[in-house]
């Protein structure tokens, strides 16, 4: 039992390039999140799923874009990144009223 | 707009002492109150939680206390532990749809 997992694990990307960010849970849970967080701030939600083929923005959805077409997978897709895109991307499934997070990504855009 | 809100980005501690965490919020919809907590280079991890029904809940060396009236909440950690060296994120959601709104977090460093 992986949990939730993502990859890649660090990324460099050019303004103007897209790259998508995948995160696969073995956990069978319906619902799954997208979060970013730059340094000194929190978590932010930036696309959440209740489940295959439903998503719903989140606080800062903008530059991003999501797809469900399976419990496992919920990747995050980056179009055009910006500098105001390099964070750390977090992924999380729920169970109840607990989120499960992975390890994240580290995206630097230059 | 930040709805929950840590002003301690950090707190020293001596091994064997108590840590006293604290997070305010602004939502008074909020009902349901979360503390994570996160080592570097790895993701949040769940550690207590609260509902707004109760103002106590204790798992083994950690408490959270909440004070709705205060829109405050508090984590104690006692008593303090190496192990215990990380960054705390305390978040709040309502309790029909569970987005989380996280607060900035508070590093902890546990002196030997």
């Known amino acids: 039992n992986a949990g939730v997992t993502q990859t890649p694990k660090f990324r460099i990307l050019k303004i103007g390039q897209s790259m998508t960010l995948q995160c696969t849970q073995d956990?069978?849970?319906?619902?799954m999140y997208w979060y970013r967080q730059d340094p000194g701030m929190g978590l932010k939600l930036i696309y959440y799923?209740?489940?295959?083929?439903?998503?719903d923005k989140g606080e800062v959805p903008n530059g991003y874009n999501v797809s469900r077409s399976t419990t496992e997978d919920f990747p995050l897709r980056l179009e055009l990144a910006a500098p105001s895109q390099t964070s750390v991307y977090f992924c999380?499934?729920?169970?109840?009223?607990?989120?499960?997070f992975g390890p994240g990504t580290r995206l630097t855009v230059l | 707009d930040q709805q929950v809100k840590q002003n301690s980005p950090s707190l020293s501690v001596q091994e064997g002492r108590i840590s006293i965490l604290n997070c305010d919020y602004t939502n008074s919809m909020f009902d349901y109150f979360l503390w994570y907590k996160k080592y570097p280079a790895e993701g949040p991890t769940f550690l207590i939680s609260?509902?707004?029904?109760?103002d106590k809940n204790e798992d083994g060396r950690f408490t959270v206390f909440l004070n709705k009236s205060a829109k405050h909440l508090s984590l104690h950690i006692v008593p303090s532990q190496p192990g215990d060296s990380a960054v705390y994120f305390c978040a709040a959601t309502l309790s029909n749809d569970y987005k989380l709104s996280f607060g900035a977090g508070t590093t902890v460093t546990v002196r030997a």
């Open positions: 956990m069978n849970h319906n619902y």
């Open positions: 999380a499934s729920r169970r109840l009223d607990e989120q499960f």
């Open positions: 609260i509902s707004s029904i109760k």
């Open positions: 799923s209740v489940g295959a083929g439903i998503t």
